[in-house]
């Protein structure tokens, strides 16, 4: 899926897709849903991910992740 598809899908611009991919812009809780909901999971699946991609990324860089 690509970012416009996810756009159209869940209601948003594929400018505001493409800012939380870039980490430029941090989606409300009722977005999240929506996200996950457009991308077939749960919220709860969606925020895991995030989580294990954050820590695979710390560990690969040596240093915490912080925005």
Do not use: H, W
Not at 14 to 21: G, K, Q, V
Not at 28 to 57: P, W
Request: charged share 35%; proline share 1%; glycine share 8%.
């Amino acid at each position: 899926m690509n970012q416009e598809d996810l756009a159209a899908a869940c209601g948003a611009d594929r400018t505001y897709i493409s800012l939380i991919e870039r980490g430029k812009m941090e989606p409300s809780l009722t977005k999240i849903f929506d996200l996950s909901k457009a991308l077939g999971i749960t919220g709860s699946q969606f925020v895991r991910m995030i989580e294990l991609e954050e820590m695979r990324l710390k560990e690969l860089s040596g240093e915490d992740i912080e925005k």
